[in-house]
């Protein structure tokens, strides 16, 4: 009995690793001193507005303000979300402001009040980012 492939095993083996090596290659940028530097998956313009939705939520009153958003399904008007702050109105407006800018809620008017609400897909692109840290 032989212990050696047909050839035409040998050459798609061959290919196959090949065509792995070149995967690797690619998303291989060059050797540091402990291993292979991958290259960068976030771009520029995903890590400056991650960065602003960051910056937005590294306040205590706005991620309360998202806490609120968030756990009330659908809107909150501001006048309820007002009721939980010891702020003024320009104040508590600033913090929604900075939420809404940074894509973290969406607000509607309607008369005098304005009513806002979390937005999904950026809480979703928040997961998705932070689920690559963990398990």
């Known amino acids: 009995m032989s212990n050696s492939l047909p050839l035409e ?3 798609s083996a061959t290919e196959t690793a090949d065509e792995i090596a070149e995967e690797i290659a690619d998303e291989t940028v060059t050797m540091g001193c402990c291993g292979p530097i991958l290259p960068l998956q976030l771009t520029d313009d995903a ?3 991650l960065s ?3 910056k937005a939520l590294a306040n205590p009153v706005r991620l309360q303000m998202l806490d609120i958003l968030n756990r009330r399904a659908g809107e909150v008007c501001v006048c309820d979300i007002e009721g939980h702050f010891d702020l003024s109105q320009p104040t508590i407006s600033h913090h929604l402001r900075v ?3 940074a894509g973290l809620v969406d ?10 609400r979390v937005r999904a897909e ?3 692109q928040m997961r998705a980012f932070l689920g690559g840290f963990c398990c």
């Open 9 to 11: 095993t040998l050459a």
């Open 107 to 116: 607000a509607e008017q309607r008369g005098t009040w304005i009513y806002y």
């Open 52 to 54: 602003t939705v960051f």
């Open 122 to 124: 950026t809480m979703e």
């Open 99 to 101: 939420l809404r800018q």
């Open 47 to 49: 890590a400056g507005e």
